[in-house]
Nanobody, 126 residues
Framework: QVQLVESGGGLVQAGGSLRLSCVAS????????MGWFRQALGKEREFVSSIIWSGGVTFYPDSVKGRFTISRDKAGNTMYLQMNSLKPEDTAVYSC???????????????????WGQGTQVTVSS
């Protein structure tokens, strides 16, 4: 099992920036991918970004490409999401997730991840 703890959410004005952090503990060596998902009130969970834990290759949907940057610090077992040029539609609960080696499925699907953090609220005011 991998335990994940997010931090860094908050209230920001449109056009502003926030950086989310996700600290992993437990079976770190079992992680293949880590990712960020978000869920706005009344909407389904949405893929935000993912990173291959060992190699650092990153993935983004068009909705955040060019504004959000995912990164990781392997020594510190921490993943980050730098969010710039935030928009009101970015308002959501952001959760980090980890997918263990041997699991399959598309990395943009939340069902492909087997470890989740508790989530952190990001609110962007207009």
């Amino acid at each position: 099992q991998v335990q994940l703890v997010e931090s860094g959410g908050g209230l920001v004005q449109a056009g502003g920036s926030l950086r989310l952090s996700c600290v992993a503990s437990g079976r770190i060596n079992s992680i293949e991918y880590m990712g960020w998902f978000r869920q706005a009130l009344g909407k389904e969970r949405e893929f935000v970004s993912s990173i291959i834990w060992s190699g650092g290759v990153t993935f983004y949907p068009d909705s955040v490409k060019g504004r959000f940057t995912i990164s990781r610090d392997k020594a510190g077992n921490t993943m980050y999401l730098q969010m710039n040029s935030l928009k009101p539609e970015d308002t959501a609960v952001y959760s980090c997730a980890a997918r263990s080696l041997g699991n399959s499925g598309s990395i943009v699907r939340s069902a492909s991840y087997d470890n989740w953090g508790q989530g952190t609220q990001v609110t962007v005011s207009s």
